[in-house]
């Protein structure tokens, strides 16, 4: 069982880890080893400010991140940022490659996934908070 890393910031302190899924457009097969290490790349330095890249790997048509953020990271505005910098930076990068792909500059698909993860299961947590001890 992998320990939970707690961190803090000036006046919380946070466990936060998210799964995210990007899919390319249209489903297609174009990612590829080489991609998927500078995507790693493009995503710590994005990131660097919020957290950690924990895992990145995927499959030639989607892309699976474990991050762990701070609260101030907002996980859909992060998402759509990552998505978009990530797109331009490996449209620049592997132009060759994904001008077979693609006749448009595009890489993802509209949509994404999230959720959060790690930690204790909700029944656990549910179990502990209703045990709690109310005040009279």
Not at 110 to 135: D, N, T
Request: net charge positive; with cysteine; charged share 25%.
């Amino acid at each position: 069982m992998s320990e939970v890393n707690i961190n803090k910031l000036y006046h919380c302190t946070y466990a936060l880890s998210y799964h995210f899924v990007f899919v390319t457009k249209y489903r297609r097969r174009c990612l590829t080893a080489p991609m998927l290490e500078r995507l790693k790349e493009i995503v710590a330095e994005l990131v660097s400010g919020w957290g950690c890249v924990v895992e990145i790997n995927g499959e030639s048509d989607h892309v699976h991140m474990l991050l762990e953020l701070n609260p101030k990271a907002a996980p859909a505005t992060l998402a759509n940022m990552l998505k978009t910098v990530s797109s331009r930076l490996l449209r620049r990068d592997f132009k060759e490659h994904l001008a077979k792909v693609y006749r448009k500059p595009v890489l993802w698909s509209r949509s994404y996934f999230v959720a959060s993860c790690g930690g204790a299961p909700l029944s656990v947590i549910k179990q502990y908070i209703e045990q709690q001890e109310r005040p009279e």
